[in-house]
T-cell receptor, first 120, second 112 residues
Framework: DSGVTQTPKHLITATGQRVTLRCSPR?????VYWYQQSLDQGLQFLIQ???????AKGNILERFSAQQFPDLHSELNLSSLELGDSALYFC???????????????????FGPGTRLTVL | GEDVEQSLFLSVREGDSSVINCTYT??????LYWYKQEPGAGLQLLTY?????DMKQDQRLTVLLNKKDKHLSLRIADTQTGDSAIYFC????????????FGTGTRLQVTL
C-alpha cells in the first residue's frame, strides 16, 4: 500500500458525459501527478500540482482539467468523453521537493491503485 | 525530446536471472526509476538510480546504468513466479518539475 488513494476504482459511462476522478496523496506530500495508461499510448504524464498550484503540464487534452484543493487532495475532470478516453488513470504523489539522499536528491513518486474508466 | 524504449516481453525460468533493458534519449535525465505493475494493480516503485552512478544493488535487484549509451538495465536474481509482472523504466529530468517519462513496459513471464 503506497498511501495514495484513488476513487472510484471503476467507472463506466457513456460518450459525451463528464466524470470526476479523485486522489488523496500520502500524508505530508505536497505534489500530485496525474497519468493516463492506455493500450495505444502507454503511460503518459498529464499534469502536476504542487501545493495547490499547477507546476507542469503534459499531454493533457483541453477537455480535461484538474485542480488541487487546500487539503491537498486532487480531482481530475474529464468532459465530453470519447471512446478513446477509456484508460486507467493513475494519481501519484511526492513530497514535492528534492529530498537529500547522500550527495543527491530525489523526489520519488508513489502511485495510487488507479481508476479504470470505460467509455461506452 | 524524451523517449524511453523497452522490449515488450521476456520469459525466464524460475530460479534463473532476468535482465530487463531500457534505453532513453534525454541526456538531461538525472533520475532513472524502475516500477513494477502486477495485473490489476498500480505501479510499485522498485528502485531508482542517479545518473552519476553506474550500479545500484538492492537485495535481488541490480540496476546497471551506462550513461554514455543511455542504457539502463534491471537484473532480478533468482526470479520467482511472484516476479511475473510488467516492469517500467522511467526517467525524470533535472529541474523543479519531477514528471516521469515511462517506457513501454516489459512483460516478464516466469515459468516453472
Amino acid at each position: 500500500d503506497s498511501g495514495v488513494t484513488q476513487t472510484p476504482k471503476h467507472l463506466i459511462t457513456a460518450t459525451g458525459q463528464r466524470v470526476t476522478l479523485r486522489c488523496s496523496p500520502r500524508s505530508g506530500d505536497l505534489s500530485v501527478y496525474w497519468y493516463q495508461q492506455s493500450l495505444d499510448q502507454g503511460l503518459q504524464f498529464l499534469i502536476q500540482y504542487y501545493n495547490g498550484e499547477e507546476r507542469a503540464k503534459g499531454n493533457i487534452l483541453e477537455r480535461f482539467s484538474a485542480q488541487q484543493f487546500p487539503d491537498l487532495h486532487s480531482e481530475l475532470n474529464l468532459s465530453s468523453l470519447e471512446l478513446g478516453d477509456s484508460a486507467l488513470y493513475f494519481c501519484a504523489s511526492s513530497v514535492g521537493a528534492r529530498t537529500r539522499v547522500g550527495l543527491w536528491s530525489t523526489d520519488t513518486q508513489y502511485f495510487g491503485p488507479g481508476t479504470r474508466l470505460t467509455v461506452l | 525530446g524524451e523517449d524511453v524504449e523497452q522490449s515488450l516481453f521476456l520469459s525466464v525460468r524460475e530460479g534463473d536471472s532476468s535482465v530487463i533493458n531500457c534505453t532513453y534519449t534525454d541526456s538531461s535525465s538525472t533520475y532513472l526509476y524502475w516500477y513494477k505493475q502486477e495485473p490489476g494493480a498500480g505501479l510499485q516503485l522498485l528502485t531508482y538510480i542517479f545518473s552519476n552512478m553506474d550500479m545500484k544493488q538492492d537485495q535481488r535487484l541490480t540496476v546497471l546504468l551506462n550513461k554514455k549509451d543511455k542504457h539502463l538495465s534491471l537484473r532480478i536474481a533468482d526470479t520467482q513466479t511472484g516476479d511475473s509482472a510488467i516492469y517500467f523504466c522511467a526517467e525524470s529530468p533535472t529541474g523543479t518539475a519531477s514528471k516521469l517519462t515511462f517506457g513501454t513496459g516489459t512483460r516478464l513471464q516466469v515459468t516453472l
